[in-house]
């Protein structure tokens, strides 16, 4: 096996094992943060389990737009990224284990378990966002490096929704655990994998500069904003829907958020190498539209067996934008640059996920579940449907140099 293509491997496994643990805390949010001391009688954050849920979730995500580029940063500065993989997985495993910690501790307030989270979040994105730099740095095809980071992802998410469930039965704290351990093998791993950083040192000013002069980069960046909103309406207000509206146990909503992930990550490895021989237009531009359609459809959906296929449809869907929208950003980013790059990338998805949690979760509590999804999926398609003509007008001057380009690299 050529290097390249050893270290793809293990760099997907490594985001993989990061999404995977993620993930694991999905489907029984409501039950963990009720034993994580979740009480409306203590504290603002927990007036209802939705809300009390939603700032649980909220709490990561915020730490990955504050942190996520101070990683990037960090390790285009230098020329490193595995020390800083190293780094965040660990730290990031010490808080999980806290936040396992707390019932047995049983005297921190709901608001100090969201501290715990945020200082979770800020080292977790580090280990994320970097191995998925790593992959950025390899030779072999945008599409196709950006194929592997989706389907580990992908299949991240699609295993971690219903493991993740059947351990919440065993015992709430359980995912935070195994969530620990899989970040503690995350640092360990990563030293496998060769350093191709580029060597070329830049201060942070120039750095930023330097993204700053490639504006294109809102592009993928747009993409990305929606397309991570809608997965993190799904994540909070999809779970909550699916066991309100088909009174489903916390496994059962598990197999069903992996009807969209399992597509989606099968998928996602064919699709990327798909758009380097195509393009990036038509994934993006008509995988978009359909994706946002798509999401109306699970929402108008009359029983579970209609729901499940439509989650299927989606994901499908969701497995021809994301690796197209990631490579893009490989496309337009200069080699010296691309820890930052990606950051930016990772920073709108994380405001995208924090869109979907807070835009979903207040429309659900205040206006019910129909509205959630009229408006999350409309959004989707109203935003896809406005950057559009902007898409169009780069991919067509871009197109060709893109698809040389990866020819080129594999």
């Not at 993989?16 to 409501?30: D, H």
């Not at 095809?141 to 989706?150: S, T």
């Not at 064919?270 to 699970?298: E, H, Q, T, W």
């Not at 499908?316 to 490989?330: D, Q, R, S």
């Amino acid at each position: 096996m050529h290097s390249s293509d050893r270290d793809r491997a293990v760099l997907a496994g490594l985001v993989f094992a990061v999404l995977f643990s993620q993930v694991l805390l999905y489907p029984g949010v409501a039950t963990l943060v009720e034993t994580l001391g979740a009480d409306a009688a203590t504290s603002a954050f927990a007036a209802t389990a939705l809300d009390a849920s939603m700032w649980f979730l909220v709490a990561e995500f915020a730490a990955y737009v504050a942190f996520v580029g101070i990683w990037g940063l960090a390790s285009d500065a230098t020329g490193r990224r595995r020390p800083f993989i190293v780094a965040g997985a660990l730290a990031g495993a010490l808080g999980y284990a806290a936040l396992a910690a707390v019932p047995a501790v049983g005297s921190i307030p709901f608001e100090g378990v969201l501290l715990l989270r945020v200082f979770q979040g800020a080292t977790t994105i580090g280990a994320f966002s970097l191995t998925m730099t790593m992959l950025m740095d390899l030779e072999g095809g945008h599409g196709r490096n950006m194929g592997a980071a989706g389907i580990a992802i992908g299949l991240g998410a699609a295993l971690g929704a219903p493991v993740g469930g059947q351990l919440t039965e065993l015992a709430p704290v359980a995912p935070l655990a195994v969530a620990a351990g899989l970040l503690v093998c995350v640092g360990a791993l990563v030293s496998l994998v060769d350093d191709r950083t580029p060597d070329q040192r830049r201060t942070a000013r120039a750095l930023l500069e330097g993204v700053r002069r490639r504006p294109t980069l809102s592009i993928p960046y747009a993409f990305g904003f929606v397309d991570r909103l809608t997965a993190g309406f799904f994540a909070l207000v999809g779970t909550l829907y699916f066991q309100s509206a088909f009174d489903l146990d916390a496994g059962a909503t598990g197999l069903m958020l992996a009807c969209f992930f399992a597509p989606f990550a099968l998928l996602q490895y064919p699709m990327g190498a798909l758009s380097d021989r195509i393009g990036r237009k038509i994934p993006i531009v008509v995988g978009s539209v359909c994706y946002g359609i798509g999401i109306l459809a699970v929402g108008a959906a009359p029983s579970v067996s209609t729901a499940a296929a439509a989650m299927i449809a989606v994901g499908v869907l969701g497995a021809l934008v994301a690796p197209a929208t990631m490579a893009l950003v490989t496309d337009l980013a200069d080699e010296s640059e691309r820890g930052v790059a990606m950051a930016g990338f990772n920073l709108a998805g994380s405001l995208g996920f924090l869109g979907g949690f807070l835009l979903g979760g207040t429309v659900a509590s205040d206006y019910g579940y129909d509205a959630a999804f009229l408006v999350v999926g409309g959004l989707e398609v109203a935003i896809a449907v406005v950057t559009v003509p902007v898409f169009l007008r780069l991919s067509i001057a871009r197109a060709d140099r893109f698809r040389t380009s990866d020819r080129g690299d594999a």
